[in-house]
Every structure is written in structure tokens, then in C-alpha cells.
């Protein structure tokens, strides 16, 4: 496929551009990094609190960029701020009538995002169609049922398996995928597959690593957002996604068992593990100035939608104390 984002090969050029940005992932994947300062807690002056005073007010410690940290919380004189501890987690007027797997399926991916993802397919093959004059459109059936192979495929611990093998006629692998579709027509529409309008992409490139499929991640995280309120207690960290693919944004990190991938940043519910929000980790756009604060801003972004509500975050990975856009 001329695309890079369904193309599964890699070639030694992709390596040399992986390793490049590997060590720039290094850094940023390092709990600090050379733009955040670090508060070297055996530095710290530690002023204790007078034993005769009243011994809830604790200890104070300064930082060299002399900010005080309290052992003791201060809360305004008008308001006290808690956790909203009243706020549910659960379905959504969208979800809580779901009568089967497929209504489910429809309230993540929609039908108006099929239909994106066909006028885009389908357009891409009428631009092609001096390659193959007998390819017949993409139907909205054959896309769910396409999309239905990845994820059985995936849930049968197939995903990194050849196409060639799963349509195979051994006794030992599911014949599910030959029920569905053929071989050839499989690979022609991964081949046509698009999630946006191709003519305009390489504009958008200049600006945006994440083009080829920014629209219809935007539609999948506000359906993410719609179908499920989360409770008082939110997780914020970082998915590695192995993947050997040709991608722009593909990292190479040598500690990780997967050692090329993809960053996510996820924002989760804390007890049902709920995946509230999900942000792709790109890296920095050609000539872009190196990024600062990148944790600081990731929660800022992630947390966006629970914006007007008090939530307990846990597990940031960024030092937000030293930034007054979190408090």
C-alpha cells in the first residue's frame, strides 16, 4: 500500500530516522527532563515548625527555586476544595440502552465515521483507477466486517501474524476469516483504506504529524468522552504501543520489550479502567522549537473535558506543583 500508515514493512532509511528520534524519546520518556528543574529532596532546607506551637502546621520545604512545599494543606478562608467525592462513574444516556455488541461497537466507531472512512477509501481508488479498472467500491458492509477481522484477529493473538497465514486451509487456524471475505478483496481495501482526504494531506503534514488520521481520532475521542462518565478518582499516564510499521511519529526505545512503538497518553478511570481520553504522543514538527512542560500540558489537555468538576488525579508523571496552571 502506498500508505504509510497501513504499511507493516520497514525499510533501512525508516531505521536510521527511528534511531535518530530515539534518543530524543529517551529524554522525554525520563521522569525529568533539561527544561523542568528538579527539587533534589536532599537539598532541601527543612524548616521545622516551633515545638511549642500548635503541631498540625508540620514542616515546610524550599526548593532552590524557592517554591515551599507544605506538609500541611492551606485552603482558602471562603471555600475549601475536596474531591467531589459524589460524582458516579457509569454508562451515558448514549450507552445505557446497548442491547448487543455491534450497538456497542457503533457508539465508539459511528456510522458517520464509516462513512467518512468510505468517501475517503473510495475516492482514493477513483484517483488510482488507472492501477485496477475492475475494483468495485468499498460497501459499509464489507468495512464492519474488515474492521471485525482486525479485531478478532487481535483477540485471538493474531494481529502480528501475515494476511497469508490467516486465510489459510490448515485445520489449526479459524476458518472465520475465509467465511467473511477472500484473501485478495482483504488486501485491496487495506491497500485503498483511507482516513482522510489524501489530496490535501501533505498541506496539513506541515503542521501536523498525526494528518493522515487526526479527523477521525478527534470524532473517536469525543465518542470516547460521550458514552461513559468517569468517577472522582482518574488515572493519567503513558500506553506503549509496539509497532514496526512505517509511521512518522514511530519511537525506538531499547529498554521497552517492544522496542519500536507508539506513545499514547491516556486519561482512565481509576476503578473501572475506563479509557476516558487518549492523546498521541507525535514529537516535535520539522523546524519546531524543542517542547517544554510537555507533561504539564498533556494533563492540561487530557483533563479538558472534566474541566468545572473537582477530580483526584494520581499517577502524573509530570511535577505539575511546579506550574501554577494546574492549581
Not at 497501513?6 to 529524554?27: F, I
Not at 467525592?85 to 466507531?109: P, Y
Not at 488515572?235 to 512503538?261: A, L, M, N
Request: hydrophobic share 35%; with cysteine; glycine share 4%.
Amino acid at each position: 500500500m502506498d500508505d504509510n500508515w497501513l504499511d507493516g514493512r520497514s525499510d533501512d532509511s525508516d531505521n536510521a530516522h527511528v534511531e535518530e528520534s530515539g534518543s530524543e524519546t529517551e529524554n522525554i520518556d525520563s521522569e525529568t527532563t533539561e527544561n523542568e528543574e528538579e527539587i533534589d529532596l536532599e537539598k532541601l532546607n527543612l524548616e521545622e515548625s516551633d515545638p511549642d506551637e500548635n503541631y498540625t502546621q508540620g514542616c515546610s520545604y524550599s526548593s532552590r527555586s524557592d517554591m515551599v512545599l507544605s506538609s500541611t494543606p492551606s485552603y482558602s478562608s471562603t471555600t475549601k476544595h475536596h474531591a467531589n467525592v459524589n460524582l458516579t462513574s457509569g454508562l451515558t444516556e448514549l450507552t445505557a440502552h446497548v442491547a448487543s455488541v455491534e450497538d456497542a461497537f457503533l457508539c465508539f466507531i459511528s456510522e458517520e465515521m464509516l462513512k467518512k472512512i468510505l468517501l475517503y477509501s473510495n475516492t482514493a481508488e477513483i484517483s488510482n483507477r488507472t492501477l485496477d479498472d475492475s475494483f468495485e467500491e468499498i460497501s459499509m458492509v464489507e468495512l464492519k466486517g474488515f474492521i471485525g477481522l482486525l479485531l478478532i484477529s487481535g483477540l485471538l493473538g493474531k494481529s502480528r501474524k501475515s494476511i497469508k497465514s490467516l486465510w489459510t486451509r490448515n485445520s489449526l487456524e479459524s476458518p472465520v476469516f475465509r467465511a467473511i471475505i477472500s484473501r485478495n478483496r482483504f488486501e485491496t481495501i487495506v491497500f485503498y483504506l483511507r482516513f482522510d482526504d489524501k489530496t490535501t494531506r501533505e498541506e496539513r503534514k506541515n503542521t501536523d504529524k498525526f494528518a493522515a488520521i487526526r479527523k477521525i481520532w478527534l470524532d473517536f475521542q469525543n465518542n470516547l468522552n460521550k458514552c461513559y462518565s468517569v468517577g472522582p478518582f482518574v488515572t493519567i499516564d503513558e500506553q506503549w504501543v509496539g509497532f514496526r510499521g512505517k509511521c512518522p511519529f514511530r519511537q525506538f526505545i531499547p529498554k521497552k520489550s517492544d522496542k519500536y512503538g507508539i506513545k499514547l497518553w491516556l486519561c482512565v478511570d481509576a476503578n473501572s479502567y475506563y479509557v476516558f481520553d487518549a492523546v498521541p504522543y507525535t514529537g516535535r514538527q520539522s523546524g519546531q522549537d524543542k517542547q517544554k512542560n510537555i507533561g504539564v500540558n498533556i494533563v492540561l489537555q487530557l483533563m479538558k473535558p472534566l474541566f468545572g468538576s473537582e477530580y483526584i488525579v494520581k499517577n502524573i508523571i509530570c511535577r505539575f506543583l511546579q506550574n501554577k496552571q494546574t492549581n
